[in-house]
């Protein structure tokens, strides 16, 4: 079985949940095969400072220099790029996470598109049972964006919005961040020390 996680990054706000999450299954040692949107790369020259260029093995090389080089850990996929291992089910991640997540690509999971790879990655896991996980950052929902969530949910998707708590009274944006991404972390297993759990102390 494959034991990689698969990363998306689609165009929704919140560009830093993503590349968190990123960082942290690095640091953690797990085996990432990343994809990032043309949209997701407009939005995180907007909300990081960080500017992608526009081809995978480019954009490997820029996030080999950031997160220190972790080889083989990482692989980025293009949009296109239908010969990834991500694209056919005898290859299938033992999960995969879509951070952030529109509600295009909702839609487009819960019609069982699959018109980019990253489409076609989410359909591989759901068909293969495999864990998905979708952090949608988007608000308010319109019934249809709650209709495409529930859907997915009946399918057994994980649908774990960006809403951070509060009871560890966070100071930072980091503080922020780093909720979602432990909650994110927790349901594909990972262990971490981002923060302190419900009924611990810090």
């Known amino acids: 079985m494959n034991q990689r996680i698969a990363l ?20 953690a040692g797990e085996g990432v095969d990343l994809m990032i949107s043309r949209p ?5 020259g907007m909300e990081t400072d ?15 220099a950031r997160y220190g080089d972790p080889g083989e850990r990482l692989r980025v996929f293009g949009g296109e790029e239908w010969t990834a291992p991500l694209a056919s089910g005898s290859n299938a991640p033992r999960a995969m996470v879509v951070c ?14 699959s018109r ?3 489409e076609r990655a989410a359909d591989v896991v759901i068909k293969e049972q495999r864990k998905l996980i979708l952090v949608p950052r ?12 529930l859907r997915l949910a009946r399918m057994g998707v994980v649908v774990l919005p960006a809403n951070p708590g509060f009871y560890h009274r966070p100071s930072t944006v980091q503080d922020l961040v780093d909720y979602v991404v432990a909650r994110v ?10 923060g302190p759990r419900w009924g611990e102390a810090e």
């Open 185 to 194: 972390l927790d349901h594909l297993g990972v262990s971490h020390e981002l």
């Open 100 to 113: 952030p997540c529109t509600m295009a690509t909702v839609a487009s999971l819960s019609a069982g598109l």
């Open 116 to 118: 980019s790879l990253i």
């Open 50 to 64: 960080l500017q992608l260029p526009g081809r995978a093995t480019d954009i490997r090389r820029v996030l080999n």
């Open 8 to 27: 998306a990054l689609t165009g929704a706000s919140g560009a830093q949940y993503g590349l968190r999450l990123l960082e942290c299954l690095l640091q």
């Open 138 to 149: 988007e608000t308010p929902f319109s019934a249809l964006h709650l209709e495409n969530m």
């Open 40 to 44: 997701a790369q407009v939005v995180l």
